[in-house]
């Protein structure tokens, strides 16, 4: 008990020095970035959206290693689940499991909406809010309902990492294309003076590969999942 | 004070109240028993924080929040544990052992019941007569390549004996074999694991 007491005290403690330190941090508080990118972000990138303008052309260098990250834990989760044998399914266990034919139905007719509002955040990324990551997971969500649709779907998990692989280094060589126009690597591959509204192409074209990308790494994610307890 | 709580806006105190809320949640997901009530709460909690996203003026990361946290973590949780609950046995013996009175009274399913609200697993107990059918001969290869976790047969030795059949790799089924002790006519096999195409 008294443990118990100590343990909430020092909660308290903590809360009270967090509040604190909100305060001070008031004082710190400036909006000179803020102004920057409102006023310069547009030109700069040909990005509406200052989120996906960071994110894909002032800080590039971050967002690959955040895109690395998910490949990473996509060959953990792989290497974890890992069967030699291939297993079979005996048939009978999916009648007693079986989706609700209701719940069939009702996928069916979300399905492709979900994969349209996945494309379409994806491709708006530099408009409006959303982009590559977002998109990318949605477009999964709508890869998962499939499974509720049809248990016996069956899936190669080694075609899709490898597409998966190969996506990346596109999207590493996309970023890498500035280097022969501009000079720097991670950045926009047109010049500064050129157009914002050919800027975007790139944008698109690396919110593409990116959601591209993602969905598949987290269609793989589940697919051990789905596989593991069988 | 009374003056900044008079002068707060509808979204301030729409904001003020989900924060409450999502203490609430998360004091609820570590209460609760039930894993199902758990995987809706977590799922509650991440629309909640994403809304708070958007009062805050954040839509990318509301958007990435809603897809990750209420859509594929509970979709995930949902099937690993759906998966790993169920227990289940195959039915080769096909008499009063498991069945009787065409209802699960028998003295075999008494003590899989048993066995199986010790460890909190949802028993499903199958006769299907595609895997029925195999000889007794390839039960090991019959437990390797399904997902059958035991099998009953009759004791071909033993007149009115049963057997149990099951991997040893499975250390569930240790507490079953202690289990059998007051049992005399039930035996229980356990296979090896074999290396891949011995």
């Known amino acids: 008990m008294s443990r118990r007491l100590f343990l909430i005290a020092m909660l308290g403690v903590l809360f009270v020095v967090f509040t604190l330190s909100m305060i001070e941090l008031e004082s710190l508080y400036n909006n000179y970035g803020m102004r920057y990118f409102l006023n310069e972000g547009f030109d700069d990138t040909g990005s509406r959206n200052l989120v996906t303008a960071i994110l894909l052309d002032y800080r590039l260098f971050d967002s690959l290693f955040e895109a690395g990250i998910l490949l990473i834990a996509v060959s953990g989760v792989i290497w974890i689940s890992k069967h030699d044998v291939e297993e079979k399914n ?119 590969f990116i959601g591209f990308k993602v969905a598949l790494g987290l269609w793989t994610i589940f697919t051990a999942f789905l596989k593991e307890g069988r | 004070m009374v003056d900044y709580i008079l002068n707060l806006t509808l979204i301030e105190i729409t904001a003020y109240a989900l924060q409450f809320l999502l203490i609430f949640i998360a004091v609820a997901i570590v209460v609760h028993k039930n894993n199902g009530t758990i995987i809706i709460l977590i799922a509650s909690f991440s629309l909640v924080t994403a809304s708070l996203y958007i009062i805050n003026n954040a839509p990318d990361v509301a958007i990435a929040e809603v897809a990750i946290g209420s859509a594929i973590i509970p979709l995930i949780y949902v099937i690993s544990i759906s998966r790993q609950r169920e227990f289940i046995v195959l039915d080769k013996a096909m008499d009063d052992f498991i069945i009787s009175d065409n209802q699960m009274t028998g003295i075999g399913f008494i003590l899989l019941k048993r066995f199986s609200d010790f460890y909190h697993l949802e028993i499903n107990i199958t006769n299907d007569p595609m895997l029925g059918k195999v000889e007794s001969g390839r039960d090991q290869v019959l437990l390797e390549e399904t997902n059958v976790d035991l099998i009953v047969t009759k004791d071909p030795d033993h007149e009115g004996g049963y057997l149990l059949k099951g991997k040893a790799s499975s250390l569930l089924l240790n507490k079953l074999e202690t289990m059998l002790d007051d049992y005399d006519n039930v035996r229980m096999i356990k296979y090896k694991d074999r290396d891949i195409g011995e």
């Open chain 1, 90 to 208: 005996a048939q009978f266990m999916l009648d007693k499991y079986k989706t609700p034919d209701l719940f069939v139905t009702f996928s069916r007719l979300v399905y492709p909406l979900m994969l349209a509002f996945g494309f379409y955040v994806i491709i708006n990324g530099h408009v409006s809010p959303g982009g590559g990551f977002q998109g990318g997971a949605i477009v999964a969500t709508a890869i998962l309902i499939l499974y509720y649709i049809d248990g016996n779907k069956e899936t190669n998990i080694g075609l899709i990492v490898t597409i998966e692989k190969i996506i990346y280094l596109l999207i590493i060589l996309l970023a890498s294309l500035s280097f022969f126009t501009r000079g720097e690597f991670f950045t926009n591959f047109f010049v500064p003076s050129a157009n914002p509204d050919l800027k975007a192409i790139y944008l698109v074209l690396l919110n593409v």
